[in-house]
């Protein structure tokens, strides 16, 4: 690709088969000089951050991965963070993998008691990848969330057996 096309990258986006547009986009960026794939991938982040359709998010966040594009960490970080993305960001979880972000893994980490399926597993993943990059600090912080997180639990499970108990008794003594 010779100069820059923001409408090129946007019709590769639109592509029907998305995994071929990833892989399309990847592909001129690795080709590319330094001065447009500086171009690209700014235009990439702009784009993943004013985007309302989770398809294309998720397909630039897919190209971050491929190109192990760190400087898009706390962007994507941002993102998972939003409450508007809160039902589709399992791909931007997933995307940190192949990212230099075991620093930011801390500002995630919530996500294990609140996320989705696909969330909670993506980030499961994700720290199993990058424990051994996190500073002692961040691995103790992030444990200390999880063990405060489950002394929790185990009280509103205590709270809910004891109920479950009356509801129990009382239910058996009517019959």
Known sequence: MVGFNSDYIDEILCDDNSERAIDKIVEI???????DFGYITNY?????????????????????MDLRFDDAVPT???LINNPKNKNCRGTLIYA???????????HIIYIL?????ECKWNLYSLIQEKIGEMSTEDRQLCFD???????ELYENLNLLNDTEEIFSNFCNNVL
């Not at 969330?145 to 002394?151: A, D, G, P, R, T």
């Open 29 to 35: 960026c690795r080709t590319s000089n330094e001065k």
């Open 44 to 64: 990439l982040l702009k784009l993943i951050n004013e985007t309302n359709d989770p398809g294309i998010r998720n397909m630039v966040a897919l190209i971050f």
């Open 76 to 78: 994507l970080i941002t």
């Open 96 to 106: 940190l993998e192949s990212l230099n972000c075991a620093d930011q893994i801390k």
């Open 113 to 117: 008691f609140e996320g989705n399926y």
């Open 145 to 151: 969330l999880i063990h405060n997180k489950k002394e």
